[in-house]
């Protein structure tokens, strides 16, 4: 498979900036792999395609606020984008400055309240150390909201909550799960009401997912890691689920990736740790049999793996039906549902 197969042409115009007057006013495509139809719908029936007997599974990570604006010793400004936390007190990071620093030193926040150290750099990222309290809370009194390069805009207050899933709860990720972003109270709610199982995992999204593929064939691209964890409640009603042989659903693919990481051994099984799994046409799943998810970059593994679900002519299909009715794309985009 060559990455030329996962390109499209999209109109700039068509990436949403901003987020949606309301959560759940984004626009919904329904593909139906059995029929390969495509069905246009708004958000606000996604309850229409649900079953009492579905179990879903929620990505419960929180956005930290992870880009910080600070200086060099020698008083050279200095951007941090933070790749992925990978510690309590380190992490990896993107660095933007005139005269690139060098391993050993530091970087300054606040006027020197907060010191940062250049551990090493490691290609065209560099590894940080935080002091304490540690990256989580020093990012919640100094950094900015991560916005994706693609949204072309300084970070407004209304990014605080809605680039934030009303659920999310274990803090470390840079990007959001976009998914869940169109989910509001009253629809989780009324999930509720019918019965369905909901349960959470932890993918801490890494700025990796907005890196598109650079190899010509993707079987030699290297996926980036993200951290995850699954409880081992949550592991066995998954795996009983399976059992009695009932639909999973994923909202987004930081979901899928989890729960698909945790079953690489054959069976859904608890725990936590890196996953760096990286799902191409070809793949066979074991646990997902349906995907909630945005649109996604071209060449990117995000789109490879929704054309591994639902295959490549109905995904090329589905993107050009999404591109001639003007649906909106990425973060702040409207949504796809996978059945």
Known sequence: ???????????????????????????????????????????????????????????????????????????????????????????????????????????????????????????????????????????????????????????????????????????????????????????????????ITREMVTLHVGAGTFQPVQVDDIREHRMHKEWFSLSGPAAKRILFQKQRKQRVLAVGTTSLRAVESAALGGEVRAGQGETEIFIYPGYEFRVIDALLTNFHLPGSTLLMLVSALMGQALMKEAYRAAIEREYRFFSYGDAMLIL
Do not use: C
């Not at 984004?26 to 996604?46: C, K, N, P, Q, W």
């Not at 649900?50 to 929180?62: E, G, P």
């Not at 909201?145 to 407004?156: A, F, G, M």
């Open 1 to 195: 498979m060559k990455i030329s197969d996962f390109e499209y042409q999209l109109p700039q115009r068509l990436i949403a900036q901003h987020p949606a007057e309301h959560r759940r006013d984004a626009r919904l495509m329904v593909i139906h792999r059995d029929s390969g139809t495509i069905e246009h719908r708004m958000f606000s029936d996604f309850l229409d395609f649900l079953n009492a007997s579905d179990l879903m599974v929620f990505n419960d990570t929180k956005v930290i606020p992870a880009r910080f604006f600070g200086k060099k010793r020698t008083g050279g400004r200095v951007e941090i984008m933070l790749e992925r936390v990978t510690g309590a007190r380190s992490a990896v990071a993107q660095i933007r400055a005139s005269k690139m620093p060098k391993a050993g030193s530091e970087i300054v926040l606040n006027d020197g309240e907060i010191v940062l150290r250049l551990k090493e750099r490691r290609g065209r990222f560099f590894v940080l150390d935080f002091p304490e309290p540690g990256v989580t809370a020093i990012a919640a009194v100094y950094g900015q909201v991560p916005l994706p390069p693609y949204i072309r805009r300084h970070p407004e207050k209304i990014d605080l909550t809605r680039y934030q899933t009303v659920y999310a709860e274990q803090g470390g990720a840079v990007a959001a799960p976009t998914a869940g972003l169109h989910f509001d109270e009253e629809m989780l709610e009324a999930i509720d009401k019918m019965g």
